[in-house]
């Protein structure tokens, strides 16, 4: 069986109830996309670091529940995990606002179990992380991950890496034009989009786009429903289902998507059937409030 190691962040969710109130939850791009695989029947672990406080405890209970192994999870004393709260507006379109600056996640490459933790992808079929991983990592402990994977990399493992692109982690655009660059060149694949790409790249088409992107095989996300596959050089459109339900909150929408690729790619189907099948269940997951939708509204396969 196939098995993929998701890296990063999993915060405290408080997304609005009724009467002003909020509900708490979890969630974070990574983490939702390795509960989204472990639905899928991937065989997935997470690899993050928390405290040693209860709200710790219950993330990873819930995500143990989800079938999301956390053996690589480090645990920190003292620490504590990060919270962001969800905004929606009446398109469901979501904004994000976050207290996360002394997590526990961002010592993740400084730690006296990190060597065990990055020489243990060389293990899996898959190694996924985004660009949000990037973002909390100091400079130092960035070089260190990308050396990882490029070894990890050597030994057989596919790096998937998603371009998800929140300017408050990237103060100076430079640095995360770089620290992309590093990400694609070390991918074999990577899963963009517009909205992702055009704050660091204003006013380029798709095409121009694409051209930065190093990887065999890249998604690119487009404004509308629809992407852009390339595999070996090969661009292919591949067009959405519409969706019939009214969007209530398009979080976890990209993350859902990765999943479904993934899933669909190590269960041998081909990158536009694969693209289709992360339109399809982000389509299911933006009519749900929060980033992981029930497990009862969770479609019976990934694509029709």
């Keep these: 069986m196939s098995r993929v190691a998701c890296i990063g962040e999993c915060m405290i969710e408080l997304r609005p109830a009724a009467s002003g109130l909020y509900s708490r939850g979890f969630g974070g791009d990574t983490l939702n996309t390795a509960v989204y695989l472990a639905r899928l029947g991937v065989e997935v672990?997470?690899?993050?670091?928390?405290?040693?406080?209860?709200?710790?405890?219950?993330?990873?209970?819930?995500?143990?529940?989800?079938?999301?192994?956390?053996?690589?999870?480090?645990?920190?004393?003292?620490?504590?995990?990060?919270?962001?709260?969800?905004?929606?507006d009446v398109k469901g379109e979501r904004k994000f606002f976050h207290w996360r600056e002394s997590a526990a996640a961002r010592q993740l490459m400084d730690l006296p179990e990190t060597e065990d933790i990055l020489r243990s992808f060389a293990g899996y079929d898959v190694v996924y992380l985004s660009a949000i991983t990037l973002s909390i990592l100091?400079?130092?402990?960035?070089?260190?991950?990308?050396?990882?994977?490029?070894?990890?990399?050597?030994?057989?493992?596919?790096?998937?890496?998603?371009?998800?692109?929140?300017?408050?982690g990237w103060p100076d655009l430079n640095v995360a034009r770089k620290v992309f660059g590093d990400a694609f060149a070390v991918a074999d694949i990577v899963l963009a989009s517009t909205e992702d790409l055009l704050p660091l790249y204003p006013s380029e088409n798709d095409e121009r786009l694409l051209a930065r992107i190093s990887a065999d095989e890249v998604v690119l996300k487009r404004g509308e429903p629809a992407s852009i596959v390339r595999v070996d050089g090969k661009a292919q459109p591949v067009k959405a289902e519409p969706v019939t339900r009214p969007v209530v909150d398009t979080t976890a929408a990209g993350d859902s998507f990765a999943?479904?690729?993934?899933?669909?790619?190590?269960?041998?189907?081909?990158?536009?059937?694969?693209?289709?099948?992360?339109?399809?269940?982000a389509g299911v997951v933006v009519c749900y409030p929060g980033a992981i939708i029930p497990r009862e509204a969770m479609p019976a396969r990934a694509s029709k």
Aim: charge should be positive; avoid cysteine; hydrophobic fraction near 45%.
């Design 45 to 88: 672990d997470y690899i993050t670091a928390l405290g040693d406080d209860t709200l710790s405890e219950e993330m990873i209970a819930g995500w143990q529940a989800e079938g999301v192994g956390t053996a690589t999870v480090a645990r920190l004393k003292g620490k504590l995990p990060g919270i962001y709260l969800i905004e929606t």
């Design 138 to 168: 100091k400079e130092t402990g960035r070089e260190r991950l990308m050396a990882a994977l490029g070894q990890a990399r050597a030994k057989g493992a596919r790096i998937a890496f998603d371009t998800n692109f929140r300017a408050r």
């Design 259 to 281: 999943a479904a690729y993934v899933a669909a790619r190590l269960n041998g189907a081909g990158p536009a059937d694969a693209a289709r099948a992360g339109h399809h269940i």
